[in-house]
Every structure is written in structure tokens, then in C-alpha cells.
């Protein structure tokens, strides 16, 4: 009877450790994912990414203005013959070209930058979800190795009572040595189990840093599994339909095939207009003449060693390339869905089952212990019954965690682990603000290049 309420005892402490934690929780997993978000130095760098991809855009539409540059110089010319003479002459002057007509050439250009620009940003998309899945990892991975050593501990303390109590019954004569060494060798077991634990525990606790920017310190249970699909073949035709990944290879086979048009048209004539002012004066001298012109043409390629087919033939195996990577990442994302559709099942299937070897672990347990106290059991026996026992609470825990990482995992396989998806509480980013502030490619002085000033400063607050 004694045991039994050692047993008891033990029980209700780890229930009340387990509940004191979550009673007096200091973080959810949407507060972790929130954190991740604005601390991560990965969507950082994507942001810049996508900003500098936006610039192409600007870059673009720049081609089709005119260009206009100055020019300055002050020359000194001298002879030594028979006649010395030397002059010093000044000149200013002012030049404009201007691209009229190219067959489509820069249109295309800019249409296949804004494309790229498109797939650029769900690639920030992906970045997004992957900061958010490592966030959930470290998330239950903590709890995970939080819960396994408070189960060692507990198990610590379980061993070394029923040691106490062997060699007590030793001491009268009811067991013999063996059963005190088996008891001295299972409290050395669970001791080296409990550094194994703690060790995973620092390491979990590290990784939740990186990823969130803080040491974790309480973590309350997640309230429910996130919402996915009914069915395998829903979730798969979800992330065909939306997944990051899918639109960014979509984008890319629109920016190739501008990418092709674009070749070609290199091969046709454009149309130039071209203008241009200048004066020059002779110090010490009244020469002084200004002048200016005006005029339009055009030109075109007539052999160029073959270098603009080359590119046209390049441009076609980019298109095609990126057709091939759109078949690609369709059917890598519905196995990705699909691994993660049975990752899930299976880890709910694991928790069911350990739910259930818990309790009968525990019967077993409760009974080898009282056939123990009447002499029809050894004290391995006691011993193996409670290392089952054991052995099931971890693989509960164990199941619970990976069922939540593996719903989050299927979340993110469907392109759905973004914080739009999930409502968290975070300062989204805004990847139109930017880019419409740069579109029309806004010269430093204009006012659109003031309102630009404002947006960079705002983003170097960030």
C-alpha cells in the first residue's frame, strides 16, 4: 500500500507540473509565429530581393524615355613652328536621344521584368511559410522535450523510492542482492536518460531562439490541430491551385515567353530621334560659335556573327526550361502534400494507440506491484512494468507533437502557413507600397522620387 501511494503521489505531481505550466502560460504558438515573423533575418533579405526586383521594372520603363546628358570641357591647343600660338577653348552642350519605335522590344522587356517581379514575391511567399513552419518545430519540440524531462524526473524519483524500499525489504530478508543491484542498476539507466533528455532540452531551447529571438519560456499547449482538408485529393488540388511555389513557376514561364519576344524583336530595326545644342568661346578672342540639331533614323542588325539567333535560340530554351519547371513543382508539391496528408494520419493513429498503452501500462503496472508486495513478483518484474509505462508517456508525447508539426507541415505543403491564412497579429509587409512607388521609374528630385524617400526610410526603420 505504501508504494502505491508513492505511486499516486508522483502521478498527481506531474499532473499539477503539467498544469501549473499551462495555468501560467507566457506564450502561445501564434504569439511564437508572430515573433518569428518579425524577427527573421531571411524575409528581411527576401524583402531587399523583392525591392531590387522591382527596380528591373523601373529599369524597364526607363528605356523608353528619353535620355538627355550634358557635356563640358576647356581645351588648350598649341603649335611650335614658326608662328607660336596657343588657344583655350570652352564648350558646353546639351544631348537627347530618344527611342521612338523598337517593334516591341522594350514593351516586352518591361512585361517580362513585371512577371518576374510576380514570381518574386511568392517567393517571398515560400520564405514566409518556411519561417512560420520553423517556428511550430521549435515550438512543440520544446514542449516535446520539456514534457519528457519532467516524465524523467519523475520516473528518477519513482526508481529511487522503490531502491529505498529494496533494501529495506533486504535488510529484513525479503528480496536478495540481486534485487537491489537490478533496482541501483535501473536509477543509474534513468539518470543517464534524464542528461539525454536535458540535453535535448537545451538544444530545443536554442533552436526556438534562433527562430523566434528569445530564450521560450512558458509554452502553453496548442488549443487545436489548424484547419486543412477533408480529403487528400482536395488538399492536393488546393496547393496546385495556390501553393507559393506553383504561381512563382506560373510567373516565370510569362516572363520567358516576353523573355522570347523580346529576342526576336532584337533582331528588328528601331527608330531614333536624336537632338542637341552646344556653344564654344575662345578666351582672349571673340571666336564664339553656337549651334544645334535635330533628326530622326533608324537602323537595324544586318549580320552580327549570328549572336542575335543565338539569343533567340537561348531565349526559347529558358521558355521551355521554365515550362518543364512548372511540371516539376506540380507534381513536387502534390507528393509533398501527399507525405504530409500520411505523416499526419499516422501520427494521430500514434496517439490514439498510446493513449490506450498508457492505460494498460498503468493496470499492469499497478498490478505487478501489488503481486510484488505479496512475493508473487520480482523486483524486475516491477521494474519492467514500470519502464513500460514510461516508455508509453513518451511515445505520447511524442505522438501529440508530431501530429501538430505534421498538421502544420500539411498547412504549409498547401501553400496555406501564411499570416493572411492563419490572422496573426503581426505588421504584414506591404509588397505593392514599394512598387508602386518605383513603377514609373521616378527621377531623385521629382516629387514621386520624395514620396520614394519616404517609403526607404520607412523600410530602413523596420
Known amino acids: ?17 503539467v498544469g501549473m505550466t499551462t495555468a501560467g502560460l507566457a506564450e502561445s504558438l501564434a504569439d511564437a509565429m508572430a515573433k518569428a515573423y518579425g524577427h527573421s533575418g531571411l524575409l528581411q533579405q527576401n524583402r531587399a530581393l523583392l525591392r531590387a526586383a522591382d527596380e528591373d521594372v523601373a ?45 516591341g522590344r522594350s514593351a516586352a522587356g518591361i512585361e517580362a521584368q513585371k512577371q518576374s517581379v ?51 525489504r533486504f535488510e529484513v530478508g525479503e528480496v536478495t542482492r540481486t534485487d537491489v543491484a537490478l533496482a541501483e542498476a535501473r536509477l543509474a539507466g534513468a539518470r543517464a536518460e534524464l542528461a539525454v533528455a536535458q540535453g535535448n532540452l537545451m538544444a530545443s531551447r536554442e533552436f526556438y531562439a534562433a527562430v523566434v529571438g528569445r530564450q521560450p519560456g ?38 520567358a ?18 537632338a542637341g545644342l552646344s556653344a564654344t568661346e575662345r578666351f582672349n578672342s571673340s571666336y564664339e560659335v553656337t549651334g544645334g540639331r535635330i533628326g530622326v533614323g533608324a537602323s537595324g542588325p544586318i549580320y552580327q556573327g549570328g549572336r542575335l539567333s543565338s539569343l533567340a535560340r537561348q531565349a526559347m530554351a ?86 501538430f508539426t505534421a498538421a502544420y507541415t500539411l498547412l504549409a505543403a498547401m501553400g496555406l502557413l501564411t499570416v493572411d491564412h492563419l490572422n496573426l497579429a503581426v505588421e504584414k509587409y506591404d509588397p505593392e507600397a514599394y512598387y508602386k512607388a518605383v513603377e ?7 516629387k514621386q522620387g520624395q514620396q520614394l524617400d519616404k517609403v526607404l526610410r520607412r523600410l530602413g526603420k523596420e
Do not use: C
Not at 515567353?257 to 536624336?274: C, W, Y
Not at 526550361?321 to 499516422?346: E, I, P
Open 257 to 274: 515567353e516576353f523573355g522570347v519576344r523580346q529576342a526576336s524583336a532584337a533582331m528588328k530595326p528601331q527608330v531614333n530621334m536624336s
Open 59 to 103: 529599369q524597364a520603363v526607363a528605356a523608353l524615355r528619353p535620355i538627355v546628358n550634358w557635356s563640358a570641357d576647356i581645351t588648350r591647343s598649341f603649335s611650335d613652328g614658326s608662328v607660336n600660338s596657343a588657344t583655350t577653348d570652352a564648350s558646353v552642350g546639351v544631348s537627347l536621344n530618344w527611342l521612338l519605335y523598337d517593334f
Open 218 to 255: 512558458t509554452l502553453s499547449a496548442p488549443a487545436r490541430l489548424p484547419s486543412t482538408a477533408r480529403t487528400l485529393d482536395q488538399a492536393k488540388a488546393v496547393a496546385v491551385r495556390s501553393h507559393p511555389d506553383m504561381r512563382a513557376a506560373q510567373y516565370q514561364v510569362a516572363a
Open 318 to 403: 529558358r521558355r521551355d526550361a521554365a515550362r518543364g519547371a512548372l511540371h516539376a513543382t506540380q507534381y513536387r508539391l502534390q507528393q509533398n502534400v501527399g507525405s504530409a496528408w500520411a505523416q499526419l494520419a499516422a501520427a494521430r493513429a500514434q496517439s490514439e494507440a498510446s493513449a490506450r498503452q498508457i492505460r494498460a501500462a498503468r493496470i499492469a503496472f499497478d498490478g505487478v506491484r501489488e503481486e510484488a508486495s505479496l512475493g508473487a513478483r520480482t523486483t524486475l518484474d516491477v521494474l519492467n512494468a514500470e519502464q513500460e509505462l514510461l516508455n508509453a508517456q513518451s511515445n505520447q508525447i511524442s505522438a501529440r507533437t508530431s501530429e
Open 1 to 17: 500500500m505504501g508504494f502505491k501511494r508513492v505511486l499516486v503521489s508522483a502521478v498527481l505531481t506531474a499532473s499539477m507540473s
Open 118 to 168: 510576380l514570381a518574386t514575391r511568392q517567393s517571398l511567399v515560400s520564405v514566409e511559410q518556411q519561417i512560420l513552419l520553423n517556428a511550430v518545430q521549435a515550438y512543440m519540440s520544446v514542449r516535446r522535450d520539456s514534457q519528457i524531462v519532467a516524465l524523467r524526473q519523475n520516473n528518477l524519483r519513482l526508481i529511487t523510492r522503490e531502491l529505498r524500499a529494496a533494501r529495506d
Open 440 to 446: 514609373s521609374a521616378p527621377a531623385l528630385k521629382s
